[in-house]
């Protein structure tokens, strides 16, 4: 089986597309979804029509629960929250009771699907170092976790030589190893590649890998621009930051 694996397209349609029609080539069966369609970008609707028709494996992120107030926005940052509110005045209604119907966690065969921690998905907690995996690790059963939210692909790996932490963008999969793999952000990289991020898996090859792909990032910042979002949503999509 063929899985591709996507997440945080945050309203980025231009970024949408341009990951879908490369996937398009993948002879993809599956496709998996580890959440935040909606917030920060211009096109909340169509992220949310597209993903919806492609598969019925997405996990919530913290800004689609923000958008239907299935979750506290006290500790966004200010653009964030503004973001949150403005996509919450945009989102269909139908759109909404979809967002309102992605359940934290799903778990495929031997892989998990959380956006923020397996320890505690509804506090939004970030995995961004060998300490914070560590803790994770115990709260899965399986061989994979797949995480998101941090925008930043990388990978830790728990075999007999311990706890690795690995930022190559194709990482083997292990019978006597464990693993936390984020696949990055397809709408708003934050790890200074600008270019859309998503993962695929392979299970006949044993193997996962981190791809980018160029999109019409100035498009993206038009639509945000034009919509009366936060200038820095769009300048930021330049810079992968
Ligand atoms: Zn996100």
Sequence with gaps: MRYALISDIHGNLQALRAVLKTLENCQIDQYLCLGDVVGYGANPNECVRLVRNLTDKTVAGNHDYAAVELTDISNFNPHASEAVRWTARHLSEENKQYLKTLPLWLKMGSSNLVHSTPQRPELWDYILSPYDALTAFSYFEGDICFVAHS????????????LLWDFSDRIQILSDSRYIINTGSIGQPRDR??????ALLDTETSEVR??????????????IRAAG??????????YGE
Excluded: K, N, W
């Design 151 to 162: 925008h930043r692909p990388m990978t830790f790996i728990q075999g007999p030589g311990g």
């Design 229 to 238: 979002l936060p200038e820095i949503l769009a300048d930021r999509l330049q």
């Design 210 to 223: 981190i791809q980018r792909v160029e999109y019409d990032i100035s498009g993206a910042q038009a639509a």
């Design 193 to 198: 590649d600008p270019r859309a991020c998503f």
